[in-house]
């Protein structure tokens, strides 16, 4: 939208005010030799404009970059012409353009190449499950988007490990890099994240060795896609376990493609037809059973079948289009990981998305600036530039930056400076649009016709009641459904932090049958903004989803935390009963607030909380880090160590 006209009025500038003074003092001097004439002082030669291709889009921080100026500074060009922005604001061509001549500037539009047909970038919608040349979900997807076709060229893959516990995902990794990492890491469980690159027959494939599928959700939630594909470890004489299904949740929510490394084959135990048949229910079908996925038998133990994995890889990425890059620009990375090392102070390791990064570039991260002092590749050696999907560690930073933030290369470290006071000014405005995390809010949505689909993640207490779910929700699915729902995970069992990280990189619902939820998830699912319904009878959970489907839910009621508390010790009061002294652990205690009682992580009492006092005084509330007395209303069995749960009730 235009939000700026090549008529708009603006206020002189502060070189036109130094020529109306001038011209005032020459005036009272007076005498023939003043030069030149008047008509001359008002009509000086005017500097040569410099050109600037724009797009038919660009964002402040963008424009700011193009024509080497502080996004501060245009910031205020735009609002001196009445246009209130931020950092991240979209400004069309007309807008850009005038702003830029206010600096020197004359625009051009932006030539850019269609790609051919076969080689247009499509996406999946999100929202509607089909392939749509809509916005670029992704960071490499928004940046192949403004590349012409001729400038962008194959890169290598980005690939992350992924699978159940112990099924052999570091040694897996071990065995393709050669080296020996798993002996190095504790109880043989890999602790960190890192990024490491292999060649295989002239092609190069970077890994990402991750603790688990949660680092990966936990880098998509904050917008970091940079997985191209996801390698699904599955031992053969274990077959598809419950973290394995939780793997390739997360896996298929990401819309990444999926290779099977099915590892072990060594063992005399190894099941490869079970396997695969666990593989087909869990909806991936082996390639040589009719279905598009790769499933190949591997031994990291004696290193076989590491040749055919990678070329299942190499092949597996040559089918995408995303898997592309423009060598020949200022690099645009994200982090993977940070530290604060003792002798080299803020550093983080960096996967290179676009562009090529070199020895001294400046650059910005969020709210962390810095230039290029010093990079390293895996190995640790030094080097002086890293081109696309090269993992590189980088030291001179300002701070230690958050993983999966975007680092961004620009002119010098001032305007790097600048751009990050202003990521931090304007970091509460971000304008990445809001998906539906609640029943009701997808109501709000399929009202307004824009919402088109319900994801879902279903927990049950067994296997037996699991199937009979799934069935009774996915028949809501009709030919006139404008809205159609999607379980993008089934399992058995309580809801977890992984069940709700899942949710958040998503923007799933969570729904339960007969199942608890442990604390730590709700918190995090509270804190999230993650709809969390538990039911009992399933024909209730059915119609709720039914409801939101059709657009007629009314609100629920909801629990929301507030604080927790450790019972200290406990006594007898005439007339009030057996009262609590308790030390406020996190959060606040309200007098009008409920409470769960908790003893060894068991639920003992759910009620009112009746009488509050600090010392000797009535209080409305305490804080945390202070003791206080309280009772319940109708609880008398304390005992010390057992922790207490304080939250209100609210429609959402």
Known sequence: MAILTKGSAKPAGPAQNRDNRSGGSHGRSGGASRAPAPADRRQP????????????????????ALINVSPINVIRELMNNGVMANINQQLDFDSAAIVAEAFGYEAAARQVVAPEPEAEAVVIDPATGKSAPARPSTLRQRLLARESAEMIEK????????????????????????????????????QHVGAYQVEHEGHKVTFLDTPGHEAFTAMRARGASVTDVAVLVVAADDGVMPQTREAIAHAKAAQVPIVVAMNKIDKSNANPDLVKQQLAEAGLVPDDWGGDTLVIPVSAKQRKGIDDLLEGIVMTADALDTVRANPDRAAIGTVIEAELDKSKGAMATVLIQNGTLNLG???????????????????????????????????????VPVA????????????????????????????????????????????????????????????????????SLERLNTDESEVRLEIIYR???????????LAVASGAVILGFEVDMDNAARRKAESSGID????????????????????????????????????RQFFKINKVGMVAGVIVRNGVVQRNAR?????????LFLGAVTTLKRLTDDVQEVRQGFECGLSLEGFNEYKPGDAIEFFVEEYK
């Open 491 to 501: 399992g058995i069992g309580g809801i977890t932090e992984s069940d709700v990280d």
């Open 595 to 603: 409470a769960r009682v908790l003893r060894d992580g068991k639920e």
């Open 155 to 190: 890169r290598p893959p980005v690939v992350t490990v992924m699978g159940h516990v112990d099924h052999g995902k570091t040694s897996l990794l071990d065995a393709i890099r050669k080296t020996d990492v798993a002996a190095g890491e504790a109880g043989g469980i890999t």
């Open 361 to 399: 570039d400046a650059f910005v991260a969020g709210s962390v600036y810095g230039r290029v002092r010093a990079m390293f590749d895996f190995h640790g050696h030094r080097i002086k530039k890293a081109g696309p999907s090269t993992p590189v560690s980088v030291i001179g930073m300002s701070d």
């Open 532 to 567: 969390v319904r538990t039911y009992d009878v399933i024909y209730k959970m059915v119609e709720d989803v039914e409801l939101a489907l059709k657009g007629m839910l009314e609100p629920k009621l909801v629990q929301r935390a507030i604080g927790s508390a450790e019972v």
């Open 45 to 64: 030669a005017q500097p040569e404009k410099k050109t600037v291709e724009l797009p038919d889009s660009t964002t402040v921080r963008e424009l700011a």
């Open 404 to 471: 999966g933030t975007v680092l961004e290369v620009v002119v010098d470290e001032k305007a790097a400076r600048s751009m990050a006071a202003a990521n931090t000014t304007f970091a509460a405005r971000e304008t990445a649009p809001a998906r539906a995390t609640t029943l009701q809010e997808y109501f709000e949505q399929a009202k307004a016709g824009k919402a088109k689909k319900l994801l879902l993640i279903v927990k049950a207490d067994n296997q037996g009641t699991l199937p009979p779910i799934v069935e």
